[in-house]
């Protein structure tokens, strides 16, 4: 229990900086959205999400697996010579992929254009985040090499607070001084080529870039070619209904639909804050044979993801149109129907915990692929019979029933092949508890308040108090909580006996 407890304290000290980054990183993308939103109409935010998406695409193909390859290999060594080594083949490698991917839909953007858009504006943003794809890559593998390294406070300067403030600062000065659509271009190609910089120097740091290497091309190409085709199925995940949207649809309604669909995302923000290290610990820790260890933090951080996360699920389900309408104006409230469902397949997410992050950990990577093309080719094909006739609602469906199926897939795999499950007696009770005490206190409320800017945080945080308070006399604590609250008693420096009283 003790090496539990110290591997848990790290994580959590790792957590707290990095979920501060996530929130800082996830609002900014929030806000960034909700400037295009009130400063363009919902059609030309509907064609910023397109293009968005596309390069999105481009930039995570480009990566070919290597952004989960090389933390795992980096973590591994200890000699300069091979964590550079890793670095930079998996640099050079993703680099002329990326190179190949920009030139491959430079040349076809008449095309994609023709295709998806609706409007002349659409074609110079798409032009502009073409051309950021190459420096989108050589960003990501730089945050990679560092998460190897199990730095959090370098990727917390850089792509967590740096990279959203200069997209923003970017975005409103240049929208203010005039520009249209492509002003959004702009501020990503400038921001993302100044942080990749930032990024490098501060790696220096750690790695000297420049000296003798051992790239283990091999080991590393062997381990990430299966997540080449992973993580591009992820990625098409996430936007197949953005770009099946533009086909059959209108912009005006993509751009509804992506009214709802990155605060439904928001629900990630308490698994990504556990993420970051997670991945280089539990390969350390199977590497070392400790796979107990990864069973007990693969539970115990899948039951406060689900603590934690369940309020704004609360909130997002009850109240999404006061939500919408709260973020983005009354002229995107069509997409409530849309948040709630989407919300409930976002939300398995959190349920279910870092699922797919463990398989990869324990080199199971031809099985996540195996999950992933079966969500995929689940999804296109509701997307394909949804969306003509429903439109974002049938988007949505098809989206969160995706990620329902994903996860369930996900940890029967994890269960089957590494007797690894979240299920515990005091998991189970608060899998049971939040739902049972806080939907009936939310529905009934509902019917007497109207959320606004002003009563959504002390609604959350009331929820989240009577949710965890439940939590505790229901018997959802166990004794590795107790490092948990030896943390947080630490953090704010006073002591909670009560609570302590009732960790087992």
Request: with cysteine; aromatic share 12%.
């Given at each position: 229990m003790a090496t539990s407890e110290n591997h848990l304290s790290k994580l959590l000290s790792s957590s707290v900086l990095i979920v501060v980054g996530v929130i800082v990183a996830s609002v900014g993308r929030l806000i960034e959205r909700i400037i295009v939103a009130h400063w363009f109409s919902p059609q030309l935010y509907g064609e910023m999400t397109i293009a968005l998406a596309i390069m999105t695409i481009g930039a995570t193909v480009s990566l070919v697996g290597l952004n989960d390859g090389i933390p795992r290999f980096v973590s591994r060594y200890d000699d300069?010579?091979?964590?550079?080594?890793?670095?930079?083949?998996?640099?050079?490698?993703?680099?002329?992929?990326?190179?190949?991917?920009?030139?491959?839909?430079?040349?076809?953007?008449?095309?994609?254009?023709?295709?998806?858009?609706?409007?002349?504006?659409?074609?110079?943003?798409?032009?502009?985040?073409?051309?950021?794809?190459?420096?989108?890559?050589?960003?990501?593998?730089?945050?990679?090499?560092?998460?190897?390294?199990?730095?959090?406070?370098?990727?917390?300067?850089?792509?967590?607070?740096?990279?959203?403030?200069?997209?923003?600062?970017?975005?409103?000065?240049?929208?203010?001084?005039?520009?249209?659509?492509?002003?959004?271009g702009y501020a990503y190609l400038v921001a993302t080529l100044c942080t990749v910089v930032v990024v490098y120097f501060?790696?220096?740091?750690?790695?000297?870039?420049?000296?003798?290497?051992?790239?283990?091309?091999?080991?590393?190409?062997?381990?990430?070619?299966?997540?080449?085709?992973?993580?591009?199925?992820?990625?098409?995940?996430?936007?197949?209904?953005?770009?099946?949207?533009?086909?059959?649809?209108?912009?005006?309604?993509?751009?509804?639909?992506?009214?709802?669909?990155p605060l439904a995302n928001s629900l990630l923000m308490v698994i990504s804050?556990?993420?970051?290290?997670?991945?280089?610990?539990?390969?350390?820790?199977?590497?070392?044979?400790?796979?107990?260890?990864?069973?007990?933090?693969?539970?115990?951080?899948?039951?406060?993801?689900?603590?934690?996360?369940?309020?704004?699920?609360?909130?997002?389900?009850?109240?999404?149109?006061?939500?919408?309408?709260?973020?983005?104006?009354?002229?995107?409230?069509?997409?409530?129907i849309a948040l709630a469902i989407l919300s409930i397949g976002f939300f398995t997410s959190a349920a279910a915990g870092r699922n797919r992050t463990t398989l990869a950990a324990l080199g199971h990577t031809k099985a996540i692929l195996g999950v992933d093309i079966?969500?995929?080719?689940?999804?296109?094909?509701?997307?394909?019979?949804?969306?003509?006739?429903?439109?974002?609602v049938g988007a949505a469906v098809a989206s969160s029933g995706a990620y329902v199926v994903r996860n369930i897939a996900l940890n029967l795999v994890l269960w089957s092949k590494c007797d690894i499950t979240p299920f515990a007696s005091s998991t189970n009770r608060t899998y049971v508890t939040l739902p049972f005490v806080l939907f009936p206190v939310a529905l009934g409320a509902s019917h007497w308040l109207t959320l606004t800017l002003v009563t959504l945080p002390v609604f959350l945080v009331c929820t989240g108090l009577l949710g965890l308070v439940a939590v505790v006399l229901a018997g959802g604590l166990q004794p590795e909580d107790g490092a948990l609250i030896e943390f947080v008693e630490g953090a704010l420096g006073i002591e909670m006996p009560t609570i302590e009283r009732y960790v087992p």
């Open positions: 300069d010579r091979d964590v550079r080594g890793v670095w930079l083949f998996g640099l050079g490698f993703s680099l002329a992929v990326s190179v190949l991917v920009s030139l491959v839909l430079y040349l076809n953007i008449d095309r994609i254009t023709a295709a998806l858009f609706e409007t002349s504006a659409a074609t110079d943003l798409l032009r502009l985040f073409i051309l950021t794809i190459p420096i989108t890559t050589g960003l990501t593998v730089g945050v990679s090499a560092l998460r190897g390294m199990e730095n959090t406070r370098y990727k917390l300067y850089t792509k967590d607070f740096l990279y959203p403030c200069l997209r923003i600062l970017l975005l409103v000065a240049l929208v203010a001084g005039g520009l249209d659509l492509a002003s959004i501060l790696s220096n740091r750690l790695v000297r870039l420049v000296g003798p290497v051992r790239t283990h091309t091999r080991e590393l190409l062997t381990y990430s070619a299966p997540l080449i085709v992973t993580m591009v199925l992820s990625i098409l995940l996430t936007r197949m209904d953005t770009i099946m949207l533009a086909q059959f649809r209108t912009s005006n309604e993509v751009g509804v639909y992506n009214a709802a669909y804050s556990f993420g970051y290290l997670y991945l280089p610990l539990t390969s350390r820790l199977d590497a070392d044979g400790e796979r107990d260890e990864v069973t007990s933090i693969y539970r115990i951080t899948t039951k406060w993801i689900y603590v934690l996360t369940f309020p704004a699920f609360l909130v997002f389900t009850v109240f999404p149109d006061d939500t919408l309408s709260i973020f983005f104006g009354s002229g995107y409230t069509g997409g409530g079966l969500t995929l080719a689940l999804n296109f094909v509701a997307n394909l019979l949804l969306i003509p006739t429903y439109g974002i």
